[in-house]
Nanobody, 120 residues
Framework: QVQLVESGGGLVQAGGSLRLSCAAS????????LGWYRQAPGKQRELVAN???????NYVDSVKGRFTISRDNAKNTMYLQMNSLKPEDTAAYYC??????????????WGQGIQVTVSS
C-alpha cells in the first residue's frame, strides 16, 4: 500500500501564490509519473499538470506560465507551485501518482484532496 499526503492549500487573494506538496510513502520503489488534478464544485475533475520520471512536464492551457510542477525523487515528494492565482483556480486539488512498488508491480494512487480558494 502507498499513502499520499497533500499539504499547502488554503485561502489566498487573487494574484497570490501557493505551493502544494504531495508526499508519498509506503511500498514505493520508484514514482514513475505524477499529476495534479483539480475539481471545482459541480464540475468535472481535470488534469492540471503532470511530470514524467524524466522530468518532462505538461500543463493545461489555463495554467501555463503560472503553475510549475516539480518532483524531489529523494523525498518521494511532488510539488505544484501556483503563482498569479485567479478565482477560477478555486478547486479541490488531487495528487495522482503511478508507482512501481517493491513487489515490482505498477499501481495508481490518489491523494485525499486539498482545497485551494482564491478570492477576488
Amino acid at each position: 500500500q502507498v499513502q499520499l499526503v497533500e499539504s499547502g492549500g488554503g485561502l489566498v487573494q487573487a494574484g497570490g501564490s501557493l505551493r502544494l506538496s504531495c508526499a508519498a510513502s509506503g511500498n514505493i520503489f520508484r514514482i514513475i509519473h505524477l499529476g495534479w488534478y483539480r475539481q471545482a464544485p459541480g464540475k468535472q475533475r481535470e488534469l492540471v499538470a503532470n511530470i514524467t520520471a524524466g522530468g518532462n512536464t505538461n500543463y493545461v492551457d489555463s495554467v501555463k506560465g503560472r503553475f510549475t510542477i516539480s518532483r524531489d525523487n529523494a523525498k518521494n515528494t511532488m510539488y505544484l507551485q501556483m503563482n498569479s492565482l485567479k478565482p477560477e483556480d478555486t478547486a479541490a486539488y488531487y495528487c495522482h501518482v503511478n508507482v512501481r512498488e517493491w513487489t515490482n508491480i505498477l499501481r495508481d494512487y490518489w491523494g485525499q484532496g486539498i482545497q485551494v480558494t482564491v478570492s477576488s
